[in-house]
Nanobody, 119 residues
Framework: QVQLVESGGGLVQAGGSLRLSCAAS??????LGWFRQASGKEREFVAS?????????YADSVKGRFTASRDPAQKNTVYLQMNSLKPEDTAVYYC?????????????WGQGTQVTVSL
């Protein structure tokens, strides 16, 4: 059974930081991605990481502010460090396996974690 469990969201002021965690189980994957969905908008790609190599990919809107990383002790756990947060980063954040070489997710979703950035 596929399980994706996101955590670490919360309410933070603009300029602040949060670190999200994603624990994946029940599937084999090469790349895990972070996606977000703001109220009234479509879900969008944020970042991805290939845990075996550590290679990453970022959406332009978060490049230089967000960092995806892996847990060296638990290969199915990845993180998203979010710095210099802006109100427009407010969304529900999800992790999902990503089709290799793309920014497209497989259709497996967890419950997500809410990130709210206030002015």
């Amino acid at each position: 059974q596929v399980q994706l469990v996101e955590s670490g969201g919360g309410l933070v002021q603009a300029g602040g930081s949060l670190r999200l965690s994603c624990a994946a189980s029940g599937l084999a994957f090469s790349t895990l991605g972070w996606f977000r969905q703001a109220s009234g908008k479509e879900r969008e790609f944020v970042a991805s990481i290939r845990p075996t190599s550590g290679s990453t990919d970022y959406a332009d809107s978060v490049k230089g502010r967000f960092t995806a990383s892996r847990d060296p002790a638990q290969k199915n756990t990845v993180y998203l460090q979010m710095n210099s947060l802006k109100p427009e980063d407010t969304a529900v954040y999800y992790c999902a396996p990503v089709l290799v070489g793309t920014r497209n997710p497989y259709p497996y979703w967890g419950q997500g974690t809410q990130v709210t950035v206030s002015l």
